[in-house]
């Protein structure tokens, strides 16, 4: 049979068109997820490394196709409950494919560039926590409603108002590598904590917007919602001892916390309450005033 140049070219072509198709994977992260998975015998994996070993492996090829990939996290719970939602048989590999295209690919994913697993997962953990502290923290807000003596979105000021004491935090300890971490009080004892680094260099201010809008988030459900909770941050400076201050956060309002709250905060296990030895080379200091809401 004779073959014309279309024939001889279409390989070549399907490839290209691969080339330009992006592609997001699923991963299980942990032992537990995987473990979880094992029950479905068209799940042909016995052992989480050798798991993640293939799928570095399918990553970097998928990488050396020139195909764009993202990387999200598969959740055996949330896919059984879409599978039961949508009558689809989870033992099988087209409704994890599914799954992963519709559900999984639609939350938190990040890009793969090569890196080695062990690297990407954590950094992928990380952004799915933030997400989901966000997401708690967001619901929190809304439902705060209207003020009821002004008229005022509680959920809008209380976000304007975090924001401000950031600001305010920030401006006022000045040059360093700052490192912030909010946490407030929320259901079932597990605390919302939200992290943020931020560095100032001869009065110019850097700081992720992501991790801002995190971070504001959580501390303005805790002043809408009277929630106790706190500020702390440790400051890094060339050839000096680190320096660590608090704010605490009681009946929607932030003030500074004393030298001896802040050693206290600083040098108790949040889990389980006993005290933790203080770290050599860090100095304990008294929160600063942040000012009035007048002072804007």
């Given at each position: ?13 399907r ?16 032992e ?9 015998g ?6 989480h ?10 990553l ?6 020139g ?7 598969f ?39 090569g890196?080695?697993v ?14 989901a ?18 008229g ?16 305010r935090?920030?401006?006022?300890v ?28 001869d ?24 929630r ?26 932030l ?10 905060a ?5 889990q389980?309450g ?13 929160g600063?005033a ?7």
């Open positions: 049979m004779a073959h014309t140049d279309n024939d001889r070219h279409r390989p070549t072509a490839r290209r068109l691969r080339n330009e198709t992006p592609s997001t994977v699923a991963v299980l992260a942990d537990r997820d995987f473990a979880a998975m094992r029950r479905y068209s799940f042909h994996f016995d052992d490394d050798t798991y993640l070993r293939h799928m570095e492996g399918h970097r090829a998928l990488a050396a196709q195909t764009y990939t993202s990387v999200a996290l959740d055996p719970v949330d896919y059984e409950e879409y599978c039961t939602d949508l009558h689809l048989d989870p033992d099988t590999a087209l409704s994890r494919t599914r799954y992963t295209a519709e559900v999984a690919a639609a939350g938190t994913k990040i890009t793969y560039d890196q080695p062990a690297r990407l997962l954590p950094r992928l953990i990380d952004e799915a926590e933030r997400q502290t966000w997401e708690y923290a967001s619901a929190l807000l809304a439902t705060g409603g209207d003020c009821a003596s002004c005022e979105d509680i959920g809008r000021a209380a976000f304007a108002r975090a924001s401000r004491a950031l600001r935090i920030v401006e006022a000045g040059e360093g590598r700052h490192h912030l971490v909010c946490s407030v009080q929320a259901e079932g004892g597990t605390p919302l904590v939200a992290v943020l680094h931020a560095e100032c260099d009065g110019r201010l850097q700081l992720g917007e992501a991790a801002a809008l995190v971070f504001c988030t959580v501390l303005a459900a805790g002043l809408a919602t009277d106790p909770g706190g500020v702390v941050l440790r400051t890094t400076l060339p050839d000096r001892p680190d320096t660590v201050r608090g704010w605490g956060l009681k009946d929607g309002t003030r500074p916390l004393t030298e001896a709250e802040v050693f206290a600083y040098c108790t296990d949040a389980t006993e005290p933790v030895p203080p770290e050599p080379g860090v100095e304990y200091s008294a600063i942040l000012g009035t809401e007048e002072d804007d």
